[in-house]
């Protein structure tokens, strides 16, 4: 393999780098376990056990030991579970450290204590209580088991990545439970449950997060147990094994470092190797290098105690001989002094002894360049220390924390020498080989890997500044952390694009938040009310439709992502994130939305006329459902429905600027009815079609249907009804909040226009509901004349201009389109009496608003084209006079109706051409 592509979601990628940065924190999340060997001899353990964050309600993990292996049970009661182990009082003999705590489980469970303080914390942080005492883990082992706890500075974590290396598939994440106990295996059940479900032919084991360039050699070793128990299950053919199985000699598995540089707290790197020797060869390699690095480690740590030993004596030296006690300030030139040269000082010393000690186990260059790589480091690392810990600067602060700092040097050296051995004994001997490894997501490629700034203790610790300066309920505060909480995926994303994540989401907040419409009460009694959490008189928004709503808008994050990647340069940040959550949210939450803000763009994509139009055809016709009683039966569903979502009846909602908002809900609702009522149709049509064929025959169709006895009927209404349903189909929420931001995100997209301009059924003309023929009054046709010079009279036309031109077109024109020629100038001569204003235009709107649904609803034939023609050549010669903005849309729908309905190479488009040229002739000669 000489690369791989790994391709994640979003959201699966965020699963595995929130994870490590739990662990590079030191932080336990729910469904960990951690374990500690303590003691001179490690002979005392200290176990955090925590249930799953999936378990259902508040439960507290045991053991269960019946079946000969270690697993859990469930108890109800709250909080995780803080064991710990003598071995000097466990009598069993043991064989391992796996029998070791295996054999142990009762003793685990008598020393077992309640946690009452965790929350995804810092192990050390963690605080229990034993025989009625709150202690400290720190504590609890100094008391009882005598022994001094020293928390790692990462704590192990693991996650297996599985992926296939033919084209740019997802790859899958799986974060089992953990544990921190040498050779106490993470949970591998679900991952062997989704190897056997799905094709898979790579997996990445990334096992801990740490400064090295390389997997730990203990990693190393297990993710080659690992490759070795898969190829055993695929080869073993004495037992009855899926087919499935037999392709696990098939996966390949790769080790996988998760570097983390803590100078760059930012990013993460993936470092993926893959076996090329024997398993033989390789454990081998283990046992020798581990040798080597231990050597090592205790040289090491020699040192540095007796460095710092010196440094703390020097230390209190000088500052005795300045009078200073262990608690008192010190002096920001004497902290300077002391840290800048005296600790600078120490370790460069270590590093010169660390020089020496590679000179001598490894060749010069070699050696000479890891040194080179640790003393460019130290400068930087002194410098981001005192960046945290000069806050105090007090005798006893500069000891402990110049201790922390020498750890921070000890654990860069001890990952050079790491990775020194690890080039020397696996990449030149060819035992692993690196994988060059690109990252996608969601299909693009990734400079760098994110680690997430917001974690669920970030959460807490903002929350907590939160509460002091706020005046929100407690109740209030407990939802905020559940929205902070649930999106910490979007706070991740908004991070990395340089925003605020609570600007971004406030105005979802101010509604989630809102407190019942009355009930809102000064800011002194709502202080009062902290302590009284009983009398906070409840949300707007009820806790099942807040849970729904927050799925909701996780549903849609690569939408709400796409809008915020796209912040235009120079805009109402605030105007941006309002409109956002407009789209993304319906109902009763756009409406009061839209209250405060004014959209950047378009926020529906339907037409409020047609939507109207649409519900009365349906509704109030029998063009798509037949029968009375099923009409009535979807229009109480629908109505319902909209109640539930809006809080208004279909009535109150069909108003021009109610649709306006409400529109897209109605016509997704629509749909969803129309669904069901198809199915119906259905069924109705197979009982038909399968009906008895002798004896007596109920008339059921008569009495259900209102009279739609034969299968052919109820078929021909099913197919009205899929057409109905294909024009609704863009209307379905997942697709609207698509549509809308992306034509937001480009005003140039045509979507919106493509989706208002399709096309909705064809129906006869006869069929439709009747309209009237014309929308003025006393028009008049040909024969109400004697001639054509009484008609220019009476309309105080020109004879030289108008009059000529309709001589010739009444030697062209039969009677009946020269009927449409004189109506289409007594209309024009009408509105300019009015100067285009008023009543008289208002009516012509809404009429040919009429006429335009029904074209779009059925088949133009040549005998009705002259009426559309007149009407297109008359909405354009108000809109040229007037630039009247109610008939624009209507001008280009006409224009759409006759591209799409008349073939552009069809003797009828060459009639609609000659008429329409003559049509605008007559026209130009009013509007001189």
């Given at each position: 393999m000489q690369g791989l592509s790994l391709n994640f979601r979003s959201e699966t990628l965020f699963t595995l780098?929130?994870?490590?940065?739990?662990?590079?924190?030191?932080?336990?999340?729910?469904?960990?376990?951690?374990?500690?060997?303590?003691g001179v001899k490690s002979d005392k353990h200290l176990i955090v056990w925590t249930p799953k964050e999936t378990s259902e309600g508040d439960i507290l993990p045991g053991f269960d030991s019946e079946d000969g292996k270690l697993t859990l049970k469930m108890r109800p009661r709250p909080g995780a579970w803080v064991s710990w182990i003598d071995e000097a009082k466990v009598t069993a003999e043991t064989q391992d450290d796996y029998d070791r705590v295996h054999r142990s489980i009762q003793e685990l469970e008598r020393n077992a204590r309640q946690i009452t303080e965790f929350a995804d914390g810092v192990v050390s942080e963690i605080t229990i209580q034993n025989l009625g005492k709150s202690l400290t883990l720190s504590e609890l082992t100094q008391d009882v088991l005598k022994a001094r706890l020293a928390i790692p500075s990462t704590i192990k974590t693991g996650a297996y990545i599985l992926a296939q290396t033919e084209g740019m598939h997802a790859a899958t994440v799986i974060v089992p439970e953990q544990t921190h106990i040498h050779r106490i295996h993470l949970n591998e059940d679900v991952l062997f449950d989704r190897m056997l479900t799905q094709d898979y032919d790579v997996l990445l084991v990334v096992l801990r997060?740490?400064?090295?360039?390389?997997?730990?050699?203990?990693?190393?070793?297990?993710?080659?147990?690992?490759?070795?128990?898969?190829?055993?299950?695929?080869?073993?053919?004495?037992?009855?094994?899926?087919?499935?199985?037999?392709?696990?000699?098939?996966?390949?598995?790769?080790?996988?470092?998760?570097?983390?540089?803590?100078?760059?707290?930012?990013?993460?790197?993936l470092v993926p190797l893959t076996f090329n020797a024997p398993a033989e060869d390789i454990e081998t390699a283990i046992a020798e290098s581990s040798k080597k690095i231990e050597a090592y480690t205790v040289k090491a740590n020699q040192q540095a105690h007796q460095l710092m030993a010196q440094f703390q004596q020097g230390v209190e030296t000088r500052l005795r001989a300045l009078v200073l006690g262990p608690g008192q300030r010190v002096h920001n030139k004497v902290w300077d002094d002391l840290v800048v040269r005296e600790l600078r000082s120490t370790i460069l010393a270590f590093v010169d002894f660390y020089a020496e000690y590679l000179t001598e186990h490894f060749e010069a260059a070699v050696a000479a360049a890891?040194?080179?790589?640790?003393?460019?480091?130290?400068?930087?690392?002194?410098?981001?220390?005192?960046?945290?810990?000069?806050?105090?600067?007090?005798?006893?602060?500069?000891?402990?924390?110049?201790?922390?700092?020498?750890?921070?040097?000890?654990?860069?050296a001890a990952g050079l020498f790491h990775d020194l051995v690890f080039e020397q004994d696996f990449i030149q001997t060819d035992f692993v080989r690196q994988i060059e490894l690109l990252t996608f997501e969601n299909n693009e490629r990734l400079d760098e890997i994110y680690l997430p700034q917001w974690t669920r203790a970030t959460v807490r610790e903002k929350m907590a500044g939160f509460t002091l300066r706020s005046t929100l309920h407690a109740t209030q505060i407990e939802r905020l952390t559940t929205i902070w909480l649930e999106l910490l995926e979007l706070a991740n994303f908004v991070s990395q694009h340089k925003q605020d994540f609570e600007k971004v989401i406030q105005p979802l907040v101010d509604l989630l938040l809102m407190v019942k419409t009355g009930q809102v009460q000064r800011r002194s009694q709502q202080a009062q009310q902290r302590s009284r959490t009983a009398n906070f008189p409840g949300f707007e928004i009820p806790d099942d439709t807040f849970q729904r709503l927050l799925d909701h808008v996780k549903l849609y994050l690569p939408t709400i992502k796409q809008w915020l990647a796209n912040l235009p340069p120079k805009s109402d940040a605030q105007q941006h994130y309002a409109t956002l959550w407009t789209l993304v949210l319906d109902g009763k939450l756009r409406e009061r939305l839209l209250a405060e803000v004014q959209p950047t763009c378009d926020i529906n994509l339907s037409v409020p006329d047609q939507t109207k139009r649409l519900i009365n055809l349906m509704l109030g016709s029998t063009l798509i459902i037949q029968a009375e009683k099923d009409r009535k039966l979807i229009e109480r569903n629908l109505n319902r429905a909209i109640i539930s979502k809006t809080g208004h009846e279909l009535a109150n909602i069909t108003t021009g600027a109610m649709l306006a908002i409400h529109g897209d809900t109605l016509l997704a609702i629509l749909y969803e009815e129309l669904l069901g009522y198809h199915n119906t149709l259905a069924k109705r049509a197979n009982r038909l079609t399968n009906a008895p064929q002798k004896g007596k025959k109920r008339k059921r169709g008569n009495s259900q249907n209102g009279g739609a006895v034969n299968v052919e009927a109820v078929e021909a209404e099913q197919q009205k009804v899929e057409e109905l349903m294909t024009f609704l189909r863009p209307y379905r929420q997942e697709e609207v909040i698509a549509t809308l931001a992306t034509a937001g995100l480009d005003p140039r997209t045509s979507n919106l226009e493509e989706i208002r301009k399709q096309q909705v059924l064809s129906f006869d003309v006869s069929d439709l509901p009747a309209i009237g023929e014309t929308w003025l009054d006393g028009s008049k046709s040909l024969e109400d004349y004697p001639n054509l010079r009484v008609f220019l009279l009476q309309n105080q036309l020109p004879i030289s201009t108008t009059g000529r031109l309709l001589m010739e077109l009444r030697q062209h024109f039969s009677d009946e389109l020269f009927n449409h020629v004189l109506g289409l100038i007594q209309e024009v001569k009408a509105l300019q009496s009015t100067d285009y204003q008023g009543d008289l235009l208002d009516q012509f709107v809404a009429y040919i608003s009429e006429k335009v649904w029904r074209w779009e609803l059925t088949q133009i034939t040549e005998t009705e084209l002259p009426l559309l023609l007149?009407?297109?050549?008359?909405?354009?010669?108000?809109?040229?006079?007037?630039?009247?903005?109610?008939?624009l849309?209507?001008?280009?729908?006409?224009?759409?109706?006759?591209s799409t309905k008349l073939a552009s190479d069809s003797e009828m488009d060459s009639h609609r051409q000659y008429i329409e040229e003559q049509f605008q002739a007559i026209v130009e000669t009013l509007l001189v």
């Open positions: 780098v929130d994870k490590i940065k739990s662990s590079i924190e030191g932080r336990m999340s729910w469904g960990d376990t951690f374990g500690l060997g303590l997060t740490h400064i090295k360039q390389y997997p730990d050699l203990a990693d190393l070793g297990y993710s080659l147990t690992l490759r070795t128990r898969l190829s055993d299950v695929s080869n073993n053919k004495d037992q009855e094994i899926p087919d499935a199985v037999e392709g696990f000699d098939a996966v390949q598995v790769l080790a996988t470092a998760a570097v983390y540089d803590p100078l760059e707290p930012e990013t993460l790197k890891k040194t080179e790589a640790l003393t460019q480091n130290i400068d930087s690392m002194i410098e981001f220390w005192q960046l945290q810990d000069n806050q105090q600067l007090t005798l006893n602060h500069l000891i402990q924390s110049s201790y922390k700092l020498a750890n921070q040097v000890l654990d860069r007149k009407e297109k050549v008359l909405a354009s010669a108000i809109c040229y006079e007037k630039e009247v903005d109610t008939l849309e209507y001008v280009e729908r006409y224009d759409e109706l006759v």
